[in-house]
């Protein structure tokens, strides 16, 4: 998959989508190719209202506005609709598409989705070590490393580009959201994959310590096991 020629907004990086059709193998080449833009967010997304399909191709908030100002006319707007940003849907180049363009077999698109508030951790990210690769930093107890379903803005990664104004910034490994210790960060993308091939290829050896309280006196621990597989 290419790279997202969108930048990272509030931290949060654009979502892919793939069309149907086109010659390269994907799980969506044997679908028909809508005739449309329009027609491919419908079918790709069909609880979605109209507004909340349009505001993806929207390329600015006074778009936007007009969309919802548009719909409220026809008394079609809901309380979340107000939630919604310009998601600036453009192609792998970067393009920006509109709602009636024809969609390109298999290709490539990006765009913004909306994110809501997330009730803030309550612990900080201390930085260990930084060069101008890499970022090192002391990641909390219950914070966790990278995006996902639960948490999108609390995480590591969204927290410090924002912070630190670094949209660049990819963890090359994680930690458990439970588990808190060393997490080292990726900030530029040309040196990027030089570092993440070390973990992929085992040669970075990761130390785990837990602490235990009230252990029974007549139960035998191993302390110390190397994990060859997870």
Same mark, same amino acid.
């Given at each position: 998959?290419? *790279?997202?020629? =969108?930048?990272?907004?509030?931290?949060?990086?654009?979502?892919? =989508?793939?069309?149907?059709? #086109?010659?390269?193998?994907?799980?969506?080449?044997? =679908?028909?190719?809508?005739?449309?833009?329009?027609?491919?967010?419908?079918?790709?997304?069909? %609880?979605?209202?109209?507004?909340?399909? *349009?505001?993806?191709?929207?390329?600015?908030? /006074?778009?936007?506005?007009?969309?919802?100002?548009?719909?409220?006319?026809?008394?079609?707007?809901?309380?979340?609709?107000?939630?919604?940003?310009?998601?600036?849907?453009?192609?792998?180049?970067? /393009?920006?598409?509109?709602?009636?363009?024809?969609?390109?077999? #298999?290709?490539?698109?990006?765009?913004?989705?909306?994110?809501?508030?997330?009730?803030?951790?309550?612990?900080?990210?201390?930085?260990?070590?930084?060069?101008?690769?890499?970022?090192?930093?002391?990641?909390? %107890?219950?914070?966790?490393?990278?995006?996902?379903? *639960?948490?999108?803005?609390?995480?590591?990664?969204? *927290?410090?580009?924002?912070?630190?104004?670094?949209?660049? =910034?990819?963890?090359? %490994?994680?930690?458990?959201?439970?588990?808190? $210790?060393?997490?080292?960060?990726?900030?530029?993308?040309?040196?990027? $994959?030089?570092?993440?091939?070390?973990?992929?290829?085992?040669?970075?050896?990761?130390?785990?310590?837990?602490?235990?309280?009230?252990?029974?006196?007549?139960?035998?621990?191993?302390?110390?096991?190397?994990?060859? %597989?997870?």
């Amino acid at each position: 998959m290419p *790279r997202s020629p =969108l930048p990272p907004r509030d931290g949060i990086s654009a979502t892919s =989508l793939r069309a149907p059709g #086109g010659l390269a193998t994907h799980d969506k080449a044997h =679908l028909a190719v809508p005739a449309s833009i329009g027609a491919w967010l419908a079918s790709e997304f069909p %609880h979605a209202t109209d507004l909340e399909l *349009r505001s993806l191709v929207a390329r600015s908030t /006074t778009e936007l506005e007009g969309l919802l100002a548009d719909a409220d006319r026809r008394d079609r707007t809901t309380l979340s609709d107000r939630d919604l940003i310009p998601g600036q849907l453009s192609d792998a180049a970067g /393009t920006p598409v509109a709602w009636g363009d024809p969609v390109v077999p #298999g290709g490539f698109y990006f765009f913004h989705r909306p994110v809501p508030a997330e009730a803030r951790i309550p612990f900080e990210v201390a930085i260990v070590f930084e060069d101008e690769d890499l970022l090192v930093v002391d990641k909390p %107890h219950f914070l966790a490393s990278t995006p996902n379903g *639960r948490f999108v803005r609390e995480c590591v990664v969204t *927290r410090l580009r924002v912070d630190l104004d670094q949209p660049d =910034l990819v963890a090359i %490994h994680r930690l458990d959201r439970i588990t808190a $210790g060393l997490l080292i960060l990726s900030k530029r993308p040309a040196t990027r $994959g030089r570092y993440q091939r070390l973990f992929q290829d085992r040669q970075v050896m990761k130390t785990y310590r837990a602490l235990a309280g009230g252990v029974a006196r007549d139960v035998e621990f191993l302390r110390e096991r190397t994990i060859a %597989h997870r």
